[in-house]
């Protein structure tokens, strides 16, 4: 992540040597893409206020004292403009090189390259895209990736937590608006708050399920149109439209704020505490 002072963004922008985000097109074309998808649909969405988290910075180029883009103003207008006006992944990706790459983001707008940076840089899951012959067939679909989502003192205080009490992997289905911010912060207990869209049956907590099925339901696939799940994709890359997400994630038995949709397989009862970790997510399609 990048020093959120105007000095250390306007510098991240402009002096930065290597060109880390012509880099990660060149390479990981493919979750570029991905995280692209998500902060388009998470500016799009009429919960933008609250889901559209964290908000970018953005200074503008010419003057490392003016902030174009600024969570204490949030102008979704502009960023939906300035998003509207990507080229996309697919056209970066054959760029003959950073300068070339460069030049079309300019065009297409002064911020779209700071912009970009920023999608990438804000990042905080390690994301790979699996090659066919590793994704899972049920899941029926190509846009298949493995996740670490947690730092490393998160996943070691997770390791002894499972090492005491053991683990399970269970499915986690949210609506494709939230994953901008899930992909960044993780997952939250949204009960009690402006977050909350669905009910609490088992009481207050993060809810997986051992079904996808179920999942799939949470994550609004199908719904206005979109793919489900048996519509194979074969596109390398994705559209709004096709970018309905469920995870595959790894909880600590005793935790007291993470819940299945299967009795046999409930944590306790809900009674959240301070040490607590959310679930860590391990997959997603």
Known sequence: AVCSR????????????????????ATAAEVVDLLCCFATIAAKSPRNQLIFDPYPTVMDPN??????LDAEAKDFNLVNTVLAKFPSVEKMSKAKDFGDMKSQMDRAHPIA????????SSNRSHIVKLPVNKSLASMATPHQYLLLSA???KEARFAELKAKHGSVFAFHGSPQENWHSIMRIGLKNARGTQLQINGAAYGSGIYLSPHSGTSFGYSRIGIGGSASPSQRSDNRF??????????????????????THTPALRSRAPAPTNQDQPPLLRYMR
């Open 6 to 25: 105007d000095l250390c963004v306007w510098a991240f922008q402009n002096l930065k040597v290597g060109a880390e985000a012509a880099e990660d097109i």
């Open 63 to 68: 003057n490392a004292r003016r902030k174009l």
């Open 113 to 120: 390259y700071p912009l970009l940076q920023w999608i990438i």
């Open 151 to 153: 730092p490393p003192e």
């Open 238 to 259: 994705l559209g709004e439209g096709n970018c309905h997400c469920i995870a595959i994630c790894e909880g600590d038995l005793e935790r007291s704020d993470t819940h």
